[in-house]
């Protein structure tokens, strides 16, 4: 039996650049899925053991929540990431989900990441856009312009205004009376 001994430092491993750098809100679950947030009516986890991509809603179910979990799905269906026929409504309400398709040569884990990153790329205008229209409808509400605003005193004030007169009420069935 023979031994060998080597002296001096052993020779660093190869650094490998990264090819791809990603940056996403990503948290990682005590069971090791993966959850992203930055989108604006979606939050998506990829569930490494089960090989699944979920979306759910952030706040509310609504029509704008289904678009968006409908345009990520067919984003990556047109990718070959997700089975075509496994996109499904999950067990929470208001989720969708899909099958990741396995793959020998790539890892298909840090593949749906990227997509994800560029997806929401394509999207953040839209959810940016909705953002600063609703922030400039606050502004003219809360702080509007001379012309849509009027000084307290500045307009008269009239014995009666709008349609309910005083002393005249309403019943049911329309029938009317008047207090005297």
Do not use: C
């Amino acid at each position: 039996m023979s031994v060998s001994i080597k002296i001096g430092k052993p020779a660093p491993p190869p650094e490998e650049e990264p090819v791809v750098t990603v940056s996403l809100n990503i948290r990682k679950t005590m069971d090791g899925d993966l959850m992203v947030f930055d989108h604006a009516d979606i939050d998506i986890i990829i569930m490494k053991e089960k090989q699944k991509i979920v979306a759910f809603p952030k706040d509310i179910m609504s029509e704008v929540v289904y678009g968006a979990q409908d345009r990520l799905f067919k984003y990556l269906m047109k990718k070959g990431l997700i089975r075509l026929d496994s996109v499904v409504g999950g067990s929470v309400y208001g989720s969708l989900q899909a099958d990741l398709l396995p793959s020998e040569d790539w890892n298909n884990i840090r593949l749906a990441i990227v997509n994800l990153e560029k997806w929401i790329d394509d999207e953040r205008p839209y959810f940016e856009f909705t953002d600063d229209m609703e922030d400039m409808h606050a502004d003219r509400l809360t702080d509007p312009d001379a012309e849509d605003s009027t000084e307290l005193g500045e307009v008269p004030h009239e014995e009666t205004k709008g349609s309910l007169r005083p002393g005249y009420n309403y019943g049911p069935y329309w029938q009317s009376y008047t207090y005297e």
